[in-house]
């Protein structure tokens, strides 16, 4: 027969475990089916390699440059980017998907997964050597929505300069195919149809943020945009344009 002291002992146990099971089994405030789901399949966002050395650009952009741009303020945005993704409904998305959907009240994705695709556009849209000019069917579309050349790089040097603080110039595709420039703030662009006047498909963009100038050009800003246009790569524009018409 069970002793008296045993038998109070084992009552104890069995009763702490019987208390124990329902409680870790029924969290509240956990992860909804849909985030778990976007959890797992989630695969981080990666800083992308330049297609050239950091010295390639210059004089238009200097070496130094190069380096913090890339190397600190892309990978910064990449970074925070993907811890503001671990748990939101927009984890596993495209880059494209994720930046289209940001609402005003998405600040950590907005302006994160902004400043991701703006960079990786623009590191692409640029190139060593001589820039040439737009030719093809994008050529043909400039003169049509903007009756030369000049006059496409006059409208969007002006976007450019004029753009209070920080943010970006840009080249687009509306929904209509044609083709617009305009300006937006921060790391906002024109795919940000929830957030823009203006929506569409930029296919070349300028940043003009300080740091992606002001080692070499300081507050002269327009001649910055001035040498812009001489590293462009009017194929990649070409291409991105031949690929949306």
Request: charged share 20%; proline share 5%.
């Amino acid at each position: 027969m069970m002793k008296k002291r045993e038998f109070l002992k084992t009552s104890s146990i069995l009763t702490v475990g019987a208390l124990t099971v329902p409680m870790s089994s029924c969290k509240s405030g956990g992860e909804s089916p849909q985030q778990a789901e976007n959890t797992k399949s989630f695969t981080p966002f990666a800083l992308p390699q330049l297609p050239y050395a950091f010295e390639a650009l210059e004089p238009s952009i200097d070496k130094m440059t190069m380096e913090i741009h890339h190397g600190k303020h892309h990978a910064g945005y990449v970074r925070k980017l993907n811890a503001a993704l671990e748990s939101h409904a927009l984890a596993g998305k495209s880059l494209d998907d994720i930046v289209s959907s940001v609402g005003p009240d998405d600040a950590a994705i907005r302006n994160n997964g902004g400043g991701h695709y703006n960079h990786s556009l623009f590191w692409e849209i640029i190139k060593p050597g001589e820039s040439q000019m737009p030719y093809g069917k994008l050529s043909d579309a400039i003169n049509s929505n903007f009756g030369s050349f000049e006059k496409l790089k006059e409208e969007f040097s002006t976007a450019a300069a004029t753009r209070f603080g920080s943010g970006w110039a840009w080249l687009s595709l509306d929904s209509n195919n044609k083709l617009f420039v305009s300006s937006t703030p921060n790391q906002d662009n024109p795919l940000m149809s929830k957030l823009v006047s203006t929506p569409g498909h930029p296919i070349l963009g300028l940043d003009v943020w300080e740091h992606a100038y002001y080692l070499k050009y300081q507050n002269k800003r327009k001649d910055y945009i001035s040498n812009f246009f001489n590293i462009i790569n009017w194929e990649e524009v070409a291409r991105r344009y031949d690929a949306l018409v």
